[in-house]
């Protein structure tokens, strides 16, 4: 895919709105995401790992908030050709990107993909072996959060699994400076402005509700998770797995 680089606050504004997952977004997403949440290829890189061990046959897979679907692709080629991942977003910018990907990218690439525009609040979701959640929940209103991850719970197999990759703040507020300043030092090393950076800030402040590690995690096991490990983070990014015995 072009990766288009990422400049949409390069320029100063009058007004800072709240930030969208608009065309202008969609255009530089991989470029934006890269350059703004350390360790994201990492996280990727596991998901793809994590779908060869937990996809069963004649399952499902959702990729709840696929953006442009860089999971999606990754687990198409690794799970059994009976396998639906269905990706889920309700941006229609980044769905219709996602939808010329696939088409550019026909042929014998791995199971099937269904792409669905919709509210992933919404979704219906049965059979699941594994369910994705890549820097999503926190978009979600605070109020929706455990009754979407009920709902995940609920639709998976025994032995399933889901990942929880969310940008967390911290009880300790010299631990939560500290990793923020951290964050603001790699995105400046990204090549980020300081207007970039401010009006960014701004601009997420309002869509972007981070919650704590032990928030997510005594979320998942209400749910009913019995195996919630956090299992990578970097700065004030973290990414949890929750198996389903």
Same mark, same amino acid.
């Given at each position: 895919m072009t990766m288009s680089r990422d400049n949409i606050y390069a320029l100063p504004r009058d007004q800072v709105?709240?930030?969208?997952?608009?065309?202008?977004?969609?255009?530089?997403?991989?470029?934006?995401?890269?350059?703004?949440?350390?360790?994201?290829?990492?996280?990727?890189?596991?998901?793809?790992?994590?779908?060869?061990?937990?996809?069963?046959a004649s399952s499902n897979v959702y990729d709840l908030g696929c953006s442009l679907g860089a999971a999606t692709m990754l687990i198409r080629g690794r799970v059994p050709h009976d396998v639906t991942v269905h990706a889920v977003d309700n941006s229609a910018a980044m769905v219709r990107r996602l939808h010329e990907r696939l088409i550019q990218d026909s042929g014998d690439k791995g199971c099937r993909v269904e792409v669905h525009q919709q509210d992933l609040c919404q979704t219906d979701m049965v059979t699941a072996s594994m369910i994705v959640l890549n820097f999503t929940l926190q978009f979600i209103a605070a109020d929706q959060r455990t009754s979407l991850l009920q709902r995940c719970y609920d639709a998976m197999l025994p032995g399933g699994g889901l990942v929880l990759s969310e940008k967390v703040c911290f009880d300790d507020p010299a631990e939560q400076t500290l990793l923020s300043e951290l964050h603001l030092d790699f995105k400046r090393a990204c090549g980020y402005s300081e207007l970039e950076i401010a009006q960014k800030r701004t601009s997420l402040e309002?869509? +972007?509700?981070?919650? &704590?590690?032990?928030?997510?995690?005594?979320?998942?096991?209400?749910?009913?998770?019995?195996?919630?490990?956090?299992?990578?983070?970097?700065?004030?990014?973290?990414?949890? +797995?929750?198996?389903? &015995?």
């Open positions: 709105g709240n930030f969208q997952f608009d065309e202008s977004v969609a255009e530089v997403f991989p470029d934006m995401i890269s350059r703004s949440v350390p360790g994201y290829t990492s996280i990727l890189s596991v998901i793809e790992q994590l779908a060869e061990r937990l996809v069963v309002n869509t +972007l509700i981070p919650e &704590s590690v032990s928030t997510h995690v005594d979320r998942l096991r209400q749910a009913g998770f019995e195996t919630v490990t956090p299992w990578f983070q970097c700065f004030n990014f973290v990414s949890i +797995l929750a198996i389903k &015995s």
